[in-house]
């Protein structure tokens, strides 16, 4: 059977390998830019990394929901996922070993500072204070550096929607953590009696 578009996720799904041979030779390129994308500082993973892609895509590709997304944006997904899991695994790592690594001119390396940025504790602690899917909002800007546009696309959020709660956000997170101030954390609630996250 010839394997196109149509079909190729059925006959995945059917236990069909060469379906899999399809994905790669017509996703591989998608799949290996958004991991190159996180993984830069890693390079060497780049590639094992891509494999465990493909395998999660074989493995769960019964989960795959067509009428939700299309099936590039799923499997950018599950790169994104991916690397990043690698990045959080294999900089710890480096950075314990003390592997040396070319330092810039402030004397840290784009490792650390890329550990420094996703893993802050104090940025965990100042989206903690956002309902979850304006998390998910802020990581998919910040983190995974989606733009707006995919964002809506991803999500079927339109972008003026996006707008106002990522500026709402963004200002509750200014009134929760003042600069060089503590949280305060009851200060929604103080102020007219009533929570801002209607």
Not at 4 to 13: A, G, L, S
Not at 50 to 73: G, I, L, R, T
Not at 84 to 113: C, H, I, P, Q, W
Not at 124 to 129: A, R
Request: glycine residues 6%; contains cysteine; hydrophobic residues 35%.
């Amino acid at each position: 059977m010839k394997l196109t578009e149509q079909n190729f996720i059925q006959q995945m799904m059917l236990g069909n390998e060469k379906a899999l041979e399809y994905v790669m030779i017509h996703y591989g390129g998608l799949v290996k830019s958004v991991i190159h994308r996180y993984l830069y500082p890693l390079s060497q993973f780049e590639e094992e990394c891509a494999s465990d892609v493909f395998y999660a895509v074989w493995e769960h590709c019964a989960s795959f929901q067509p009428e939700k997304n299309p099936f590039s944006n799923w499997i950018a997904g599950i790169a994104r996922i991916k690397a990043l899991d690698y990045k959080r695994k294999y900089a710890r790592r480096l950075l314990e070993t003390g592997l040396d690594m070319e330092l810039n001119a402030d004397g840290t390396s784009d490792l650390v500072k890329l550990i420094q940025e996703e893993f802050s504790e104090e940025t965990k602690q100042m989206l903690s204070c956002l309902k979850p899917q304006d998390q998910e909002l802020f990581c998919k800007l910040y983190v995974d550096e989606m733009t707006i546009d995919e964002i809506s696309a991803e999500s079927g959020i339109s972008k003026p929607v996006i707008y106002n709660r990522l500026s709402r956000a963004r200002k509750k997170i200014k009134r929760m953590f003042p600069r060089g101030g503590k949280s305060d954390r009851n200060s929604d609630k103080n102020k007219e009696g009533k929570s801002y996250e209607e």
